[in-house]
């Protein structure tokens, strides 16, 4: 039974609720840990998922409602087109009904492609570019005459004829496209240099170590390359090299030589590690490397287009005394004043979409973006408000919009919006799911559906479905939680020391001065774009012993998992060698001991062409990985493979000493019990991945922690936790810095740095430094106002 005295959908005493076409049914879904869940969602209603991270709202919302609507819509493509869609498998669901076409509004972050901007992905300037191409003076062109991804070009070819009495003839012409192109950056706005001075040491010679490149060393061979080749003077400081040696140091193309009687190919040192390093995925690269890149090439505005992409031609047209350049570097609210100033009857119907698009910013809270900003530095929450701009007024209806935590990112302040652009989207006859742990949104939900009672192999259960008045009555976890409120402190911590920060100027940030205590739990708070991270990560990292723990991506392949990111696999495998007297690469799926079908990737890929793959269990390992010679050897009467399907607390239990133990409570610490040793670390979620990172980064003492926003993705119960693992760094002799929105973190702080007033250009400055409680009881920001409504001063 359910909370509030009601049955999920297939339970005995269940009844219809209501016209099984006015409901998504969902008939046994497995997914992940969900536990044969049958549920009735309303449709056309907002309905709110809830519960513990790892309780099973995304296998549910996710996993098994908008994944098998997407795998039904690709399923009525033509094969050939599928083939570049990839294959959606089925869900673990005994039935589905009445599911309409399903669009996802996710967090993922928008790709690092550099000629990708905000004006691009939300399809603004390509409606700026009609604006510029239809009333711009001087006319330059059409509107792809504007577009800093189309290049200029001259030329001629064949073409064969398609009409008229000499159809099928082969005829010669010439062809011009004008594009708007910068040609010297090709439309990326910045060039790149790299610092000879961060290559070499021009004041010593070869033989002496000049060349500062990591794995250089004076007597390696590949020192040895340049030192023997005949080309230069090893002895000489390379300050004396003539220009012709010069040269074929640093510049020479490839070319044969021979070298202790080995044949080699000699190149110019330039060329050489611009290939090995420079031009290699940048956070692919070791550590060390990394840094010598960062160090090693410069990336500048270009100098003929002053940063903008845009050709001459381009940024020649003008509205007024804008061209488009100027309008695409406008902070939004500036962009959105001038368009209200053109009034042209001849774009009309034009400008009205374009103010429409530029106000839905507004609406979202993204009016302090500008739209010549890279996509790819957009956070996750921002590039999720992004999405919904292209859906806002979208005239289509009756679909089903997916949301993961839209409030990530968000201030308090800015919350109610979001709450008003779910609504809109529901009022437009939609259905509209969210899985959401923040009050503010479950409050205003039709529907709520509770996950539970606990994570991972304890969840999976549904445990309330019914209103906001029914969860607060009821004894769930989240029901319990609804209204609870964290306390402003008694007393605070006294700072041992202080970051000082002189003068910072990044992006909006307006010469900011500012101190930053140490010993003690710092927040930073500020609505969205006010200068948070800019202040933070872009002063803070310089300082000494400093450990930015945030939620970017963890890079590693298909194989990665929690055990092998975390360093637990090593001590697990040296744990079963030692107790079954082998060698512990044997219990390793990427070496001796994988399964010879799947090659321990636990799964049999068949590729059927182009970018479609299919994944099917592998049938002799049964999707362990391991070969069955290896699966005899037990620990304490497990497997390795039971061991790697353990999740952290379970391991915890199994692993009462040792390295593997303290990392493992760490985990468990930081809220990531449920999660087990062996999944996939692309599985995890943005916070999952910051605090794993957090877990394993927890054994420094005496450090600086920076965090960014932790909470996300956290259940109200679990914030607690948190605050006390915050804690308990501090009173280990750490420093902890967090960025966060969350009222609970602000009121257990010591110290708030609250940046503002508002957002972008109406931002960057220092507006309140003090302790929580002079916040709340000086409601003299945005920030103090919503502390005092949520502690109830």
Same mark, same amino acid.
């Given at each position: 039974?359910?909370?509030?005295?009601?049955?999920?959908?297939g339970?005995?005493?269940?009844?219809?609720?209501?016209?099984?076409?006015?409901?998504i049914?969902?008939?046994?879904?497995r997914?992940?840990?969900?536990k044969?869940?049958?549920?009735?969602i309303?449709k =056309?209603?907002l309905?709110?998922?809830?519960?513990?991270?790892?309780?099973?709202?995304?296998?549910?919302?996710f996993?098994?409602? *908008?994944?098998?609507?997407?795998?039904?819509?690709?399923?009525?493509?033509?094969?050939?087109?599928?083939q570049?869609?990839?294959?959606l498998?089925r869900?673990?669901?005994?039935?589905l009904?009445?599911?309409?076409?399903?669009?996802?509004?996710?967090?993922?972050?928008?790709?690092?492609?550099?000629?990708?901007?905000?004006?691009?992905?939300?399809?603004?300037? *390509?409606?700026? =570019?009609?604006?510029?191409?239809?009333?711009?003076?001087?006319?330059v062109?059409?509107?792809?005459?504007?577009?800093?991804?189309v290049?200029?070009?001259?030329?001629?070819? *064949?073409?064969?004829?398609?009409?008229?009495?000499?159809?099928?003839?082969?005829e010669?012409?010439?062809?011009?496209?004008?594009g708007?192109?910068c040609?010297?950056?090709?439309?990326?706005?910045?060039v790149?240099?790299?610092?000879?001075?961060e290559?070499?040491?021009?004041?010593?010679?070869?033989?002496?170590?000049?060349?500062?490149?990591?794995g250089?060393?004076?007597?390696?061979?590949?020192v040895?390359?340049?030192?023997?080749?005949?080309?230069? !003077?090893?002895?000489?400081?390379?300050?004396?090299?003539?220009?012709?040696?010069?040269?074929?140091?640093?510049?020479?193309?490839q070319?044969?030589?021979?070298?202790a009687?080995?044949?080699?190919?000699y190149?110019?040192?330039?060329?050489?590690?611009?290939?090995?390093?420079?031009?290699?995925?940048?956070?692919?690269?070791?550590?060390h490397?990394?840094?010598?890149?960062?160090?090693?090439?410069?990336?500048?505005?270009?100098?003929?287009c002053?940063g903008?992409?845009?050709n001459?031609g381009?940024?020649?047209?003008?509205?007024?005394?804008?061209?488009?350049?100027?309008?695409?570097?406008?902070?939004?609210?500036?962009?959105?004043?001038?368009?209200a100033?053109?009034?042209?009857?001849?774009?009309?119907?034009?400008?009205a979409g374009?103010?429409?698009?530029v106000?839905?910013?507004?609406?979202?809270?993204? /009016?302090?973006?500008?739209?010549?900003r890279?996509?790819?530095?957009?956070?996750?929450?921002?590039?999720?408000?992004?999405?919904?701009?292209?859906?806002?007024?979208?005239?289509?209806?009756?679909?089903?919009y997916?949301?993961?935590?839209?409030?990530?990112?968000?201030?308090?302040?800015?919350?109610?919006r979001m709450?008003?652009?779910?609504?809109?989207?529901?009022d437009?006859?939609?259905?509209?799911?969210?899985?959401?742990?923040?009050?503010?949104?479950?409050?205003?939900?039709?529907?709520i559906? !509770?996950?539970?009672?606990?994570?991972? =192999?304890?969840?999976?259960?549904?445990?309330?479905?019914?209103?906001?008045a029914?969860?607060?009555?009821?004894?769930?976890?989240t029901?319990?939680h609804?209204?609870?409120?964290?306390?402003?402190k008694?007393?605070?911590?006294?700072?041992?020391?202080?970051?000082?920060?002189?003068?910072?100027?990044q992006?909006?940030l307006?010469?900011?001065?500012?101190?930053?205590?140490?010993g003690?739990?710092?927040?930073?708070?500020?609505?969205? /774009?006010?200068?948070?991270?800019?202040?933070?990560?872009?002063?803070?990292?310089?300082?000494?012993?400093?450990v930015?723990?945030?939620?970017?991506?963890?890079?590693?392949?298909r194989?990665?998992s929690?055990?092998?990111?975390?360093?637990?696999?090593?001590?697990?495998?040296?744990?079963?060698?030692k107790?079954n007297?082998?060698?512990?690469?044997?219990?390793?799926?990427?070496?001796?001991?994988?399964?010879?079908?799947?090659?321990?990737?636990?799964?049999?890929i068949?590729?059927?062409g182009y970018?479609?793959?299919v994944?099917?269990?592998?049938?002799?390992?049964?999707?362990s990985?391991?070969?069955?010679?290896?699966?005899?050897?037990?620990? !304490?009467?497990?497997?390795i493979?039971?061991?790697?399907?353990?999740?952290?607390?379970?391991?915890?239990d199994?692993f009462?000493?040792?390295?593997?133990?303290?990392?493992?409570?760490?985990?468990?610490?930081?809220?990531?019990?449920?999660?087990?040793?062996?999944?996939?670390?692309?599985?995890?979620?943005?916070?999952?991945?910051?605090?794993l990172?957090?877990?394993?980064?927890?054994?420094?003492?005496?450090?600086?922690y920076?965090?960014?926003?932790?909470t996300?993705?956290? @259940?109200?119960?679990d914030?607690?936790?948190?605050?006390?693992m915050?804690?308990r760094?501090?009173?280990?002799?750490?420093?902890?810095?967090?960025?966060? @929105?969350?009222?609970?973190?602000?009121?257990?702080?010591?110290?708030i740095?609250?940046?503002?007033?508002?957002?972008?250009?109406?931002?960057?400055?220092?507006v309140?430094?003090?302790?929580?409680?002079?916040?709340?009881?000086? =409601?003299?920001?945005?920030t103090?106002? @919503?502390?005092?409504?949520?502690?109830? *001063?």
């Amino acid at each position: 039974m359910l909370a509030g005295g009601r049955h999920p959908r297939g339970h005995p005493l269940t009844e219809h609720i209501a016209d099984s076409h006015e409901v998504i049914r969902v008939i046994g879904a497995r997914e992940n840990n969900l536990k044969d869940v049958s549920v009735d969602i309303p449709k =056309r209603r907002l309905s709110v998922f809830t519960g513990v991270s790892g309780s099973g709202k995304s296998s549910l919302v996710f996993g098994t409602i *908008a994944n098998e609507s997407q795998r039904l819509i690709n399923e009525t493509y033509p094969t050939f087109v599928q083939q570049f869609m990839g294959q959606l498998s089925r869900p673990e669901v005994d039935g589905l009904e009445n599911v309409s076409p399903a669009i996802i509004v996710d967090q993922e972050r928008m790709g690092s492609n550099a000629r990708s901007t905000v004006g691009t992905a939300t399809d603004v300037h *390509a409606m700026l =570019r009609l604006l510029f191409s239809r009333i711009g003076a001087p006319h330059v062109g059409s509107p792809q005459a504007f577009s800093f991804n189309v290049p200029s070009v001259k030329g001629a070819g *064949a073409v064969t004829l398609q009409v008229g009495k000499d159809k099928g003839k082969k005829e010669r012409r010439s062809f011009e496209i004008t594009g708007g192109m910068c040609p010297n950056c090709e439309g990326l706005g910045q060039v790149s240099d790299i610092d000879l001075d961060e290559l070499l040491d021009r004041s010593i010679s070869l033989a002496d170590g000049a060349i500062k490149v990591p794995g250089y060393t004076a007597d390696g061979w590949m020192v040895k390359g340049y030192t023997e080749s005949g080309f230069v !003077d090893p002895a000489k400081p390379i300050v004396d090299y003539t220009e012709q040696e010069l040269h074929d140091f640093l510049y020479k193309e490839q070319t044969k030589v021979k070298i202790a009687g080995i044949n080699m190919t000699y190149e110019g040192l330039v060329p050489k590690v611009t290939k090995s390093m420079l031009q290699k995925d940048r956070d692919a690269l070791q550590p060390h490397i990394r840094a010598f890149v960062d160090r090693a090439v410069k990336f500048m505005p270009c100098p003929e287009c002053d940063g903008t992409r845009l050709n001459e031609g381009a940024r020649s047209s003008k509205i007024g005394d804008v061209n488009i350049a100027d309008a695409a570097a406008m902070q939004i609210t500036d962009l959105a004043a001038w368009l209200a100033t053109i009034d042209d009857p001849s774009v009309a119907p034009l400008m009205a979409g374009l103010r429409q698009t530029v106000d839905s910013f507004l609406r979202i809270g993204l /009016g302090y973006l500008s739209l010549d900003r890279s996509s790819g530095t957009l956070s996750g929450g921002e590039a999720q408000r992004i999405k919904m701009i292209r859906h806002l007024g979208s005239a289509l209806t009756d679909i089903t919009y997916v949301f993961d935590e839209p409030t990530a990112g968000l201030h308090p302040h800015d919350i109610q919006r979001m709450n008003a652009l779910l609504q809109q989207l529901r009022d437009k006859g939609n259905t509209v799911l969210v899985v959401e742990h923040k009050p503010e949104v479950i409050e205003i939900a039709d529907n709520i559906v !509770d996950l539970g009672p606990g994570a991972g =192999r304890a969840g999976g259960q549904i445990q309330y479905i019914g209103d906001v008045a029914g969860l607060r009555a009821s004894d769930t976890l989240t029901g319990r939680h609804l209204d609870h409120r964290a306390q402003l402190k008694g007393s605070v911590r006294t700072p041992t020391g202080a970051l000082e920060i002189r003068g910072a100027t990044q992006h909006n940030l307006q010469g900011v001065d500012v101190d930053i205590p140490l010993g003690v739990l710092t927040v930073v708070t500020g609505v969205a /774009g006010s200068g948070k991270s800019s202040l933070i990560h872009g002063n803070v990292p310089g300082f000494a012993d400093v450990v930015v723990v945030d939620q970017a991506p963890i890079k590693g392949s298909r194989r990665s998992s929690p055990a092998t990111y975390t360093g637990i696999l090593d001590a697990i495998r040296s744990a079963f060698a030692k107790a079954n007297g082998v060698k512990p690469g044997l219990f390793s799926a990427n070496s001796e001991g994988a399964c010879p079908a799947c090659k321990g990737l636990g799964v049999i890929i068949t590729n059927l062409g182009y970018t479609q793959s299919v994944e099917t269990l592998c049938e002799l390992c049964e999707g362990s990985g391991f070969g069955d010679a290896v699966l005899e050897y037990e620990l !304490d009467g497990k497997n390795i493979a039971e061991v790697l399907a353990m999740s952290a607390a379970e391991a915890a239990d199994f692993f009462t000493k040792g390295p593997a133990a303290t990392t493992l409570d760490r985990m468990i610490d930081v809220g990531l019990g449920y999660i087990t040793l062996g999944q996939a670390l692309n599985t995890l979620s943005g916070g999952e991945r910051q605090r794993l990172k957090l877990a394993i980064s927890m054994a420094k003492k005496g450090a600086i922690y920076v965090l960014d926003e932790p909470t996300t993705g956290l @259940h109200l119960a679990d914030v607690d936790n948190m605050l006390g693992m915050l804690d308990r760094l501090v009173d280990a002799g750490n420093s902890v810095i967090v960025i966060e @929105h969350h009222q609970a973190v602000m009121a257990h702080a010591d110290w708030i740095i609250d940046l503002g007033p508002g957002a972008g250009h109406d931002g960057g400055r220092i507006v309140f430094e003090g302790t929580p409680t002079d916040l709340a009881a000086q =409601r003299t920001t945005l920030t103090g106002e @919503h502390l005092a409504a949520y502690v109830g *001063a």
